[in-house]
């Protein structure tokens, strides 16, 4: 996915198409109606071709008579989805996936992660990161130091103004293995108990010994902003590639879905425990 279409920009489109076809209206009659809007700037907007100015949304959702809560998010899409953050320029240091994610946590107001085998990128260590790109990813030294830090800038959202609040589940699994050694797990999980003192985040640990969960089909991440659920979306594993879900029904399919992991992994102050435990036992 090129940095030109963002996941947002591409949700703009589909939600502007919505809105439109649920009027029974085709783009001919919008552009009839209005002047600034030709057939073929509703195609483009709708297939997140190019940009559109906040004006120009603007105009159209009046037409369409989308209520205020919806209006206000998609103008803030519009608004932002062009949008230079610090994560520009490593376009070519990182993947497209990475670069997106990056831009949605910086608007997120919350985030939802279930992370089976891996401490989320959020709240890694700079040196458990590195174990991963260079003993995992394969990569250089250079090209995982450049890695490791987009993942240390994207942690900035921990601790912004208005931080989004951060609700993870992570598997055992993810504490037991020693990426990196012994030293860089006893520093992450040190970490990770740092994290839980943090107002905006909550971090349970599911036991190996659970119940079948809709957990143990993979990672996902739910990211929702500050306006309707109808705008969140969904990152999910699947066959070591990754895919973003945006559909309204399917997004809440995975709210529901984690709202089950939750409700399985240890309590909040028993993960606790249970992170403290392993960091004193790690040799």
Known sequence: MAFQQTVRRIQLGRELRRLREGRD?????????????SVYKISRAENAKGAVTTEAVRELLDFLEVDDDLKAGLLDIAKNASKQGWWVSYTGVV?????NLASLEAEASAVKTYQPCFIPGLFQTPDYSRAIFTELGGFSEEEAEAKVE???????VLTRPKPPEIWAVIHEAALSVKGGGADVMRAQMERLIQLTRFPNVNIQIMPSDCALN???????????FPYRPALDVVLVAAQQTELWIED???????????????????????????????????K
């Open 150 to 156: 987009v993942r240390m800038a994207r942690q900035s």
């Open 214 to 224: 809709p957990g143990m089909n993979g990672a996902l991440t739910i990211l929702g």
């Open 95 to 99: 993947n497209d996936q990475t670069v």
């Open 25 to 37: 209206l085709l783009p001919e009659d919008v552009a009839k109606a209005l002047p600034a809007w």
């Open 248 to 282: 309204r029904e399917s997004v809440g399919e995975f709210h529901t879905t984690f709202q089950k992991i939750t409700a399985e992994a240890l309590p909040l102050d028993k993960s606790l425990a249970f992170i403290t435990e392993k960091r004193d036992t790690i």
